[in-house]
């Protein structure tokens, strides 16, 4: 069986200290996204384990854990390629177009993802996401890492609001923090992730 790995960052932990500390960007990357990728196989070896024994009695409780780390771990990964040390500005070309169309323009969408991103009652993220039934951009809340996202929607844009993601350094100011987020945004992932879940 295949196991779910920890990927590398393509930069140093201390890259983006412009919106986070390298301190900070170590300790979730290689502390609690790891913990999400052992997450993930651990309990894939454990409903392994009741398939073969033919015995299902908690196989709720865990599709409920492999849904929390899987989804932790893709977060994760799409996280620290829509971030970058050279990111920031704005996007252009067809993401920008749809931005315009679908969510009234930069500013407004900027706004939009900021409000949601913070306002997310305890653990979670904002995230920017393709809705390919009605073949839009959407802006959505993610609770934990899995809860009230629309079947079917491709993540091109994610911001971590869970406290490890800032604490540290901006303690309750979680509104500073994502502030920062958005000079450090790369655009060239944001945009190639739109172009693919269109196609």
Avoid: C
């Amino acid at each position: 069986m295949g196991q779910y790995t920890l990927p590398d960052l393509a930069y140093d932990y201390s890259a983006l200290e412009h919106a986070m500390t390298g301190e900070i960007l170590e300790l979730h990357h290689s502390k609690h996204h790891a913990a999400y990728v052992k997450g993930a196989n651990d309990t894939l070896e454990q409903i392994a384990e009741a398939r073969e024994k033919d015995q299902f009695g908690g196989l709720v409780g865990l599709q409920k854990t492999l849904a929390f780390h899987l989804s932790g771990h893709v977060l994760h990964s799409l996280f620290w390629e829509n971030l970058s040390p050279d990111g920031g500005d704005r996007p252009d070309g067809a993401l920008a177009d749809a931005i315009e169309e679908h969510l009234g323009g930069f500013e407004a969408f900027k706004k939009q993802l900021t409000t949601a991103t913070v306002g997310v009652q305890g653990s979670g993220w904002g995230i920017l996401s393709w809705e390919p039934l009605g073949k839009r951009l959407i802006v959505e809340q993610v609770y934990d890492h899995h809860g009230n996202v629309g079947q079917g929607t491709t993540p091109l844009l994610a911001f971590d609001a869970w406290e490890h993601a800032y604490y540290l350094q901006y303690k309750n100011v979680r509104p500073d923090y994502v502030t920062k987020l958005w000079d450090v945004v790369n655009w060239n992932d944001v945009s190639a992730r739109f172009a693919a879940a269109r196609g």
